[in-house]
């Protein structure tokens, strides 16, 4: 068995990253973005990367609001599906969200079962926000609020997505 690591992703890795959603943006399970979306946001990532220094994981963590945070882009390669990458990714992702005081993790996933078990619940409605702070993130041009917002504008993006959420301890 090949073992990876986990580590926060560098410039260089941005094109690795992109090889590694293109699939899944294919099959429309992810979001295709540009390369400079990558890079400015390359603060938010963390990769997996096999013995020989290949990419064969990512995720990000993206910060919403004082006491919530959003996984995003978490992303395995085919060859490396059901070996703990995308479990180690998401761990190292919650434990940045604990280090950085967020309280709630939100996804929007098609991958149910796999968030459940890492403690999340499917979200009844948006009534994990307070009205005060939904009127604030209704400010945000970010698409990823408008998604946890579930705005009408994003809804093409969305559609067979599940919204989901952890509560963290810290």
């Known amino acids: 068995m090949t073992s990876f690591a986990i580590r926060r992703a560098r410039t ?7 090889l590694l959603v293109k699939p899944l943006a294919d099959q429309r399970v992810l979001l295709e973005k540009e390369a400079v979306a990558y890079y400015e946001n390359l603060q938010e990532f ?4 096999d013995q020989d220094g290949a990419i064969v994981g990512c ?3 993206h910060v919403m609001w004082e006491d919530i945070a ?6 395995t390669s085919a060859d490396w599906r059901g070996r703990g990458v995308g479990a180690a990714l998401l761990a190292r992702l919650m434990d940045e969200a604990r280090d950085i005081g967020v309280a709630r993790v939100f996804c929007l996933t098609f991958e149910v079962d796999f968030f459940r078990r890492h403690g ?5 409605d948006q009534s994990v926000v307070d009205p005060v702070v939904y009127s604030e993130l209704l400010r945000s041009t970010d698409e990823g609020v408008a998604e946890f917002l579930d705005l009408a504008r994003v809804k093409p993006n969305t559609l067979g997505n599940t919204r989901m959420i952890a509560h963290i301890g810290s």
């Open 46 to 49: 963390f990769v997996a990367e």
């Open 59 to 61: 995720g990000a963590l």
């Open 12 to 18: 260089p890795d941005v094109a690795g990253i992109r």
């Open 120 to 124: 999340f619940e499917v979200m009844a």
């Open 70 to 75: 959003e996984v995003r882009t978490l992303a």
